[in-house]
């Protein structure tokens, strides 16, 4: 049972917009910065978002993420099928002291 | 360039002792600490602790402490994770990862290191 909660998966055609969310507590998104992971089958999580919506050169514009409270969400514009990824959001917790994840988003480009 | 390259794959028994690593390269070792997360189908990704140069700066998540432990070298830029206990429960994929603070983490990740236990 992760912290964070995402939706398990979502789903959308090439060059549509999709948005991924990611709830958590005031221990965690809400007092701290959200990461965006991307990762494919077989390799390590990319940092894809950090700081809530800056992007890490080499990561497209497409990519774009905001918080507001305790929630956050991961947006992509213009999808490829090549994003067809698992999507991790993670905050640091100050109860935990150390990060707490999400359960992983798997997109699926139709 | 930045690497973290960690060790390879282990198959072990329970109750038998493992001792996995993260070689670093390519930065300022000093500057930043190692994390340790693990992966399995049904948990996820969860952070297990974070190594610092002194042992006793180290945090465990709860769900592990006790049962792992974790070391750096600075002298081989190499961090470490230890089990003398293990588990069925244990089989899982490990990664390395560095981070600076609490709002810039896990930038780089090793390549990730298969641990297989059974009985």
């Known amino acids: 049972q992760s912290v964070l909660t995402q939706p398990p998966s979502t789903s959308a055609t090439p060059g549509q917009r999709v948005t991924i969310s990611c709830s958590g507590s005031s221990s965690n998104i809400g007092s701290n910065s959200v990461i965006w992971f991307q990762q494919f089958p077989g390799t390590a999580p990319k940092f894809l978002i950090y700081?809530?919506?800056k992007r890490p050169s080499g990561v497209p514009d497409r990519f774009s993420g905001s918080k507001s409270g305790t929630s956050a969400s991961l947006a992509i514009n213009g999808l490829q099928s090549d994003d067809e990824a698992v999507y991790y959001c993670?905050?640091?917790?100050?109860?935990?002291?150390?990060?707490?994840f999400g359960g992983g988003t798997t997109l699926t480009v139709l | 360039e930045v690497q973290l390259v960690q060790s390879g794959a282990e198959v072990k028994k329970t109750g038998e002792s493992l001792k996995i690593s993260c070689k670093a390269s390519g930065y300022s070792f000093r500057s930043y600490w190692i994390g340790w997360l693990r992966q399995t189908p049904g948990q996820g990704l969860e952070w297990m602790g974070t190594a610092y140069l002194d042992d006793s700066d180290n945090r465990y998540s709860p769900s592990f402490r006790g049962h792992v432990t974790m070391s750096v070298d600075e002298s081989t830029t190499t961090a470490f994770l230890q089990w003398n206990n293990l588990k069925a429960s244990d089989t899982a994929m490990y990664y390395c990862?560095?981070?600076?603070?609490?709002?810039?983490?896990?930038?780089?990740w090793g390549q990730g290191t298969p641990v297989t236990v059974s009985s």
């Open positions: 990862a560095r981070g600076t603070s609490s709002w810039f983490f896990f930038d780089y």
């Open positions: 700081t809530n919506d």
């Open positions: 993670a905050a640091w917790d100050g109860s935990l002291n150390g990060p707490v």
